[in-house]
């Protein structure tokens, strides 16, 4: 069975440029978690997608955004790109987010570095 | 807000010599715990999952223990393939059904012949 794939696998902008990233989550799966990491650091949440609907959402500002589409797959929009978004993107699916394990798969990651 | 430190940041091991890394959690209302492995650049690779204390569960030449303080991740004979870094993760009970994980800075783990 395939696992959760993302893409691009790197991608290199110019701060104030915008960027999109995608996702699709294993088959069977409904809900889409996103967490950035920052090198030497663990995964920071982001947002999290069940069904279409954004069930929640961590402390980043504005400029991220996200949804779902009817396929479960997800893309992730960061605005006006800082410095600071450089960082390790991954994407986590799980089969739902009210079953008692929850276990959330990563993908590969995509790789974004802002100049 | 929920807390995960690991412990340490860094272990060096030679072939065979088995130690264990630490997770300390603050959580109000643990409803899972997390063990993951990560190599560089690669996304984490789910290892395990602890729901309450005293709960152990054992993949090779990992086991992972819980307490309702912190979690052990013991590694016994240590190969040079299991070098990476170890990422601890807490999900807790919270109203709304958001299923964030909150995760520790991670050890980084380098085994050598």
């Known amino acids: 069975d395939a696992g959760v794939t993302q893409s691009p696998t790197h991608l290199i902008k110019t701060r104030g440029q915008q960027v999109t990233l995608r996702c699709s989550p294993i088959s069977g799966h409904k809900s889409v978690s996103w967490y950035q990491q920052v090198l030497g650091q663990g995964p920071q949440f982001i947002f999290q997608y069940y069904e279409k609907e954004e069930r929640g959402r961590g402390n980043f500002p504005d400029r991220f955004s996200a949804r779902q589409f009817p396929n479960y797959s997800s893309e992730l929009n960061v605005n006006a790109l800082l410095l600071g978004d450089s960082a390790l993107y991954l994407c986590a699916s799980s089969y739902s987010t009210g079953t008692l394990s929850n276990e959330q798969f990563f993908g590969p990651g995509t790789r974004l570095t802002v100049l | 807000e929920d807390q995960v430190t690991q412990s340490p940041e860094a272990l060096r091991l030679q072939e065979g010599e088995s130690s264990s890394l630490n997770c300390s959690y603050t959580?109000?209302?643990?409803?899972?715990l997390f063990w993951y492995r990560q190599d560089p650049g690669k996304g984490p690779e789910f290892l395990f999952t602890l729901y309450s204390a005293g709960e152990e569960k054992e993949k090779e030449r990992l086991k992972a223990t819980l307490t309702k303080k912190e979690s052990f991740l013991h590694i016994t004979a240590p190969k040079p393939e299991d070098s990476a870094t170890y990422l601890c993760?807490?999900?807790?009970?919270?109203?709304?059904?958001?299923?964030?994980?909150?995760f520790g800075t991670g050890t980084r783990l380098q085994v050598t012949l």
């Open positions: 959580v109000s209302g643990l409803r899972g």
């Open positions: 993760a807490v999900h807790r009970w919270a109203t709304g059904t958001a299923s964030k994980l909150t």
